[in-house]
């Protein structure tokens, strides 16, 4: 059977009676684009009549709300970023994702820490390099898990930045993947939700089962050319 296309953002497939549409990076359930029609319209209105606007979800939103945060200190570090992104993606799992730098934007990063929970957000992914200070200091703004990625952006190759964000102090943990992979952030935050959600937990037991797969394909293909 021919794998169903899932909503990047509620998770639902055809089969839920979701209608989902196919885009060049995520898909998108039929609900899920009449809900976000009247998000952006709800948005407009309040730009023209001058609201501020809102860090916290409304009511509306909260039904296809962000499971996983990810955040980077630069927009440079998407190219690695985005792996976390294409991993929730493969489970169906929702994400938003941001730029904000502990240095040069420490209030942005702050508020979006403080903000993340009331916005559904269970697991934040941040990237960082160099002096990743990143997921440190959003740690030291919420208790939701974070998981930091070391990026390779100096002529250390990443250690520097493994370093800063893996040797947090006592009482503050931070989660730290290998340097560059935020693949395995994405499985990671996936996991840990996985605890709570039985059917996204089969999800990643068929993905371990492709994983096997490959591997099992790969050892036959060097018996054969070795023997």
Known sequence: MADQKRCSFCGHTKADGRDVIAGPNVDICSDCVTLCNQILGAREEQAESGEAHQLEPTAAEGSCRALV???????????????AAAALQELGVSYEATVASAHRTPERAAEWAKTAAARGIKVIIAGAGQAAHLPGVLAAFTTLPIIGVPINASPLQGVDALYAIVQMPPGIPVATVGINNARNAGLLAAEILALGDADLAQRLQALRAKMAEKVIEKAQKVEQELS
Do not use: E, R, T, Y
Not at 70 to 82: E, L, N, Q, R, T
């Open 69 to 83: 945060g990810i955040i980077m200190g630069s927009d440079s570090d998407a190219g690695v970023m985005k792996d």
